[in-house]
């Protein structure tokens, strides 16, 4: 059983900077694909970034493309994603996902099949 535990949300000003983490355990295949998924409050859900086992292959969403880097840590599980020069708009409840069957493109969140519980993320002054 997958099993997704999320960290690093917080209350950041414009422009700071947060760094979420995304521990994972019981992935059962050499190839899978962890992705974040944020949901800002009265808005859909938006995949942001994804990672893949295979040759670390990385998707970002256009709103977040420039800022935000997403990268593993084979040895800790983990997976992180940096966040820098965080708007307003960038508040959300950040989710850590994992899937076998995703790739890493536009529309990975659609396949994820096990989710954390979530992260809350405010960027406000």
């Known amino acids: 059983q997958v099993q997704l535990v999320e960290s690093g949300g917080g209350l950041v000003q414009p422009g700071g900077s947060l760094r979420l983490s995304c521990e994972v355990s019981?992935?059962?295949?050499?190839?899978?694909?962890i992705g974040w998924i944020r949901q800002a409050p009265g808005k859909g859900r938006e995949g942001v970034s994804c990672?893949?086992?295979?040759?670390?292959?990385?998707y970002y969403a256009d709103s977040v493309k420039g800022r935000f880097t997403i990268y593993r840590d084979s040895v800790k599980n983990t997976v992180y994603m940096e966040m820098n020069h965080l708007k307003p708009e960038d508040t959300a409840i950040y989710y850590c996902a994992a899937s076998y069957r995703a790739v890493a493109a536009p529309g990975f969140d659609a396949a994820m099949d096990d989710w954390g519980k979530g992260t809350l993320v405010t960027v406000s002054s």
């Open positions: 019981g992935i059962s295949s050499a190839y899978y694909v």
């Open positions: 990672i893949s086992s295979a040759d670390d292959l990385t």
